[in-house]
């Protein structure tokens, strides 16, 4: 629900009622941004896959697994929420879907106390997963919880410097796809950092269609993230350059044996390649939106797909 969506007009039509301020509930789901949570589930399921193909995966730590990725993922969101309504970057003239700390409906302080009560939950379950698997994985949660707390919080807001989507890359990628094979296994094959570009390259690209759609207002609020410095035609060519990697991971695992064809059914969801496509050459931000559920769409289907093909071979 876009802000302007949320602002009725008082002058319209005759018989015409300005609609009321949105229900909070509505205006939590918003700030959840659930297209974007498919960047935390989709590394999981490689991970898995990886763990089954290994024959050591087990519904216990599959679901902590799930639980932390989850978890980071609400909890960078609502401090996103929180620290652009902070710093002035979600004003009346943004264009997407509703804010929460900007809405009026619920306090920042709200926003703020979930986006730790995300963190925490996601510390609680990390420690769980260390005391069944390996306790250095508390220090590499805790750098986890810090880069998602410091993507537009704390001193230095990475986010506003054009290092987001290098991070995503890194965190919803290697990271959660390496980190849930260990959890499972014990160990982390060769085969997984390879894999993990696969979900790296689309929650990147999630992320960067985003902020292509916000070019305009980033720039203006002073957030210079990485679309706002390439500006929009090369933005969109890297974006192209990230879903086109994506899929050449089948091929970067199934030729030097690091994995059996199967991970080809990945391709199945090439078709799916035309909206995202389409949409990111588009300015028009609707299409943007579009464009960007249609990416994370892309990417819960096609790590899915790798999943199953490395299970299977």
Known sequence: MSRSGAAGSG??????LAPGPPAARVVWWHASRPATLAASVAPV???????????????????????????????????????????????ASRVGPQRASGSGVVSPRSVLLAATASFSLA??????????????????????????????????????????ELAVFLFFGEVATCGTVFVESGRVPLAAPFAAILPGALAAAVLLINNI????????????????????????????????????????????????????????S????????????????EDLIRGLKQTAGLLLLACTLLAV???MG
């Open 213 to 268: 759609r916000d070019i305009d207002t980033d720039r203006a609020a002073g957030k210079r993230t990485l679309a706002v410095q390439l500006g929009r035609a090369r933005a969109r060519r890297l974006y192209l350059g990230l879903l086109g990697l994506a899929m050449a991971v089948p091929l970067i695992l199934a030729i030097p044996a690091l994995a059996r064809a199967e991970v080809l059914l990945v391709w199945v």
């Open 123 to 164: 510390a609680a379950l990390g420690i769980w997963l260390a005391s069944i698997s390996s306790w250095w994985l508390i220090p590499a949660g805790a750098v986890c919880i810090l880069a998602a707390a410091g993507y537009t919080g704390g001193p230095f807001p990475y986010g506003y410097r054009g290092y987001g």
């Open 309 to 311: 093909g490395l299970w």
């Open 45 to 91: 399921l490689v991970g898995i896959g990886l763990a089954a193909r290994l024959g050591r995966s087990g519904l216990a730590p599959s679901l902590g697994a799930l639980g932390v990725a989850v978890a980071l993922q609400f909890g960078v969101n609502y401090a996103n929420d929180y620290s652009d309504h902070r710093r002035g970057a979600d004003d």
């Open 11 to 16: 002058t319209g039509e005759p018989g015409t």
């Open 270 to 285: 090439v078709p799916l390649l035309e909206g995202p496509v389409r949409n990111s050459g588009s300015g028009r931000p």
